[in-house]
Nanobody
């Protein structure tokens, strides 16, 4: 059974920080690209960040570069997203996802998804 479980969301003031986590099971985590996506009310789901098998390659959407950091711990089958200098426009449900492909940013190219964790940034 494949499972991806996000945690760590919450309510923070603008300028604050949060770290969301995603723990996976039921597939070969260490051979999967791991990505973070987010969806705000009334908006399409968008790519946020990805990391390859060992974290040697990462990619971010322009709006979070310099503020967010994706990392992974293969021993724990966990991927993290450290979010600093948060802005109200970062408010969304954040989802983790796994892909058997390399360097993909499209949601349709991911195989497994978590249920999401809410991040709310107040102004």
């Amino acid at each position: 059974q494949v499972q991806l479980v996000e945690s760590g969301g919450g309510l923070v003031q603008a300028g604050g920080s949060l770290r969301v986590s995603c723990t996976a099971s039921g597939f070969t985590f260490s051979r999967s690209t791991m990505g973070w996506f987010r969806q705000a009310p009334g908006k399409e789901r968008e790519f946020v960040a990805l990391t390859n098998w060992i974290g040697s390659s990462t990619d971010y959407t322009d709006s979070v570069k310099g503020r967010f950091t994706i990392s992974r711990d293969n021993a724990k089958s966990t991927v993290y997203l450290q979010m600093n200098s948060l802005k109200p426009e970062d408010t969304a449900v954040y989802y983790c996802a796994a892909s058997s492909k390399l360097g993909v940013t499209g949601s349709r190219q991911y195989d497994y998804w978590g249920q999401g964790t809410q991040v709310t940034v107040s102004s």
